[in-house]
């Protein structure tokens, strides 16, 4: 009767057929070991990883310091194998400027402005959502509070919702004759130009990307508030303290790492803003007002094909969040050590 190592690969199930052959191929390589056989599995992943990832970011960065001028038809290689011929040309024709794409930065007025309204929505939008989020999961934290799956589902819900459609609702919803005018009317309220204001068009952005990400990071917070250990609450009970102090010294501060993922996840989410301030100013707001960086970006690289100048901005904001990010992991680093 036959066993089971005796069995070939094709006799067995497909399952098993994978740790056959990496076992050929280790005794195959005695001398290389466990590791190298490692390395052969993990090359597919690999070159999918510098092709599609690696290859990008270092190209771009070299980018940073030439003028794009067009594709390029210099041929570097060519191979003819009588079979098949393949033709290996050069990815652009470039003239390198060294750092003046840089120095151009300083003296662009609309990136500017683009990068002020991105740090204007930054500012208000991400303390507004964050404390909805941790408003939200306190409420749904509470014990009286029933039915927290589904006030849970409803919350989170937005963040599921397509970019694209969620924004054309903002949209229709902030016209002069939309609903959110009607109903301030219909209570004696002015209208408000959300649309043709400069600073009511960079607030609708605020609304909408807050409608969309508030429940999302309410749950984040609300599975941090559920490790909280109930051993502290019951202790500054004992001292007398009442629910806001139970909030202030107790909650807020086992918070913090949390509270701390939540800002930085959520900073570096605004600085990547494009679908909605792309949509808002197809709807009538004005193109100062609402472009934000990334939208500069997309504009300058596929729209103007200034490759080398969108390259440089690119780095740039990398560089900008990451400083942002430092900043913030160091001041929250120091709060709770």
Do not use: C
Request: net charge neutral; aromatic share 14%; charged share 10%.
């Amino acid at each position: 009767m036959a066993t089971r190592d005796s069995l070939s690969p094709f006799e067995t199930a497909p399952r098993d057929r994978l740790r056959y052959l990496r076992q050929a191929l280790s005794r195959r390589l005695p001398n290389a070991g466990e590791g190298i056989v490692g390395y052969l599995f993990l090359l597919p992943a690999l070159t999918l990883f510098g092709v599609f990832l690696a290859f990008p970011i270092l190209y771009t960065f070299y980018l940073s310091f030439f003028r794009f001028q067009g594709v390029s038809d210099e041929t570097l290689l060519w191979i003819d194998t009588g079979l098949f011929t393949y033709e290996l040309t050069s990815i652009a024709e470039l003239q390198f400027v060294g750092l003046q794409n840089y120095v151009t930065l300083l003296s662009d007025g609309l990136f500017h402005q683009a990068l002020f309204n991105t740090t204007f929505i930054l500012v208000v939008q991400v303390p507004l959502m964050v404390v909805l989020a941790l408003l939200f999961a306190v409420a749904l934290d509470a014990s009286f509070v029933r039915f927290k799956g589904i006030f849970r589902t409803v919350l989170a819900l937005p963040v599921s919702a397509n970019l694209v459609a969620y924004a054309t609702v903002f949209l229709l919803m902030m016209q002069d004759a939309g609903l959110v005018n009607y109903l301030l009317r219909s209570v004696g309220l002015p209208a408000i130009p959300w649309l043709t204001s400069s600073f009511w068009s960079r607030m609708t952005i605020v609304g909408a990307v807050t409608w969309r990400w508030t429940g999302y990071n309410m749950i984040i917070l609300l599975a941090g508030l559920q490790n909280v250990p109930q051993q502290l609450y019951e202790a500054a009970e004992i001292d007398g303290a009442n629910r806001w102090e139970k909030f202030r010294y107790v909650t807020v501060p086992q918070l913090r790492p949390v509270l701390l993922f939540v800002f930085v996840t959520s900073t570096i989410g605004t600085f990547k803003l494009f679908s909605e301030p792309v949509i808002i100013n197809g709807g009538g707001a004005p193109l100062d007002s609402t472009i934000t960086i990334v939208q500069y970006i997309y504009q300058t690289a596929f729209v103007n094909f200034r490759l080398g100048y969108a390259s440089a901005l690119t780095y740039v904001l990398i560089a900008v969040v990451s400083v942002l990010s430092i900043v913030q992991l160091r001041i929250g680093g120091a709060n709770s050590a």
